[in-house]
């Protein structure tokens, strides 16, 4: 019986394109943007600060020695940040009608805290409330110092979060990320680009 459902962030939740952030990226200098920046995956100091291995101040640093011009961190950061492009309120209230139902909804999120502690987190706040009060748990890469497809984020996540994998609808875009997760335990619901987790989660 399922009871708790485990969301990835980007791509189910959050609207994202990879391609907005690359085109920023290397209009402020930064030529092998589309070779550091992955839809599923990171690379570089992108990938260092999603696993928690480097601070924002680190990564910053990082990408000004990559740009042969002197660049602010918020012209990185806002670069950066056009990877987001929102979360529609009406997904908003979906995970709330989930909650009401009797659910119990986690987030389990590759992210880092330049997204995190700003755009996140103002998307979040949208329908007048906020993260927290559509999760009962948060994971997130950065902070757990691991990354998935690793199985071993999952074992976290429901050691962490106090749940069963048994127990546990997954839901995420990448079917790497899937296949991770049932390793451990999970069930798991794919959600293709282009549709609503809503129609994807089957208890």
């Given at each position: 019986m399922i009871k708790n459902l485990l969301f990835d962030l980007g791509g189910v939740i959050m609207d994202i394109r990879r391609e907005n952030a690359v085109d920023a990226l290397?209009?402020?200098?930064?030529?092998?943007?589309?070779?550091?920046?992955?839809?599923y995956e990171q690379k570089?100091?992108?990938?260092?600060?999603?696993?928690?291995?480097?601070?924002?101040?680190d990564f910053r640093n990082e990408i000004r020695s990559r740009i042969p011009h002197e660049v602010s961190d918020s012209e990185i950061d806002n670069a950066f940040l056009c990877f987001?492009?929102?979360i529609p309120v009406?997904?908003?209230r979906q995970l709330e009608e989930l909650s009401a139902s009797g659910l119990n909804l986690y987030l389990l999120s590759n992210t880092n805290p330049i997204m995190w502690n700003t755009r996140i987190r103002e998307e979040f706040q949208k329908d007048g409330k906020d993260i927290n009060h559509y999760f009962k748990?948060?994971?997130?890469?950065?902070?757990?110092?691991?990354?998935?497809?690793?199985?071993e984020i999952f074992r976290y996540a429901a050691e962490t979060l106090g749940i069963k994998p048994e127990e546990t609808l997954f839901i995420d875009d990448s079917q790497k990320n899937l296949d991770a997760a049932a390793s451990v335990g999970y069930h798991t619901a794919l959600v293709p680009p282009g549709t609503e987790f809503i129609d994807k989660i089957t208890l």
């Open positions: 290397k209009q402020i200098g930064l030529a092998e943007a589309d070779e550091l920046l992955g839809l570089g100091p992108f990938m260092l600060l999603e696993e928690g291995k480097i601070t924002p101040v987001l492009t929102g009406s997904r908003l748990g948060l994971i997130t890469s950065f902070e757990a110092k691991m990354m998935k497809p690793d199985p």
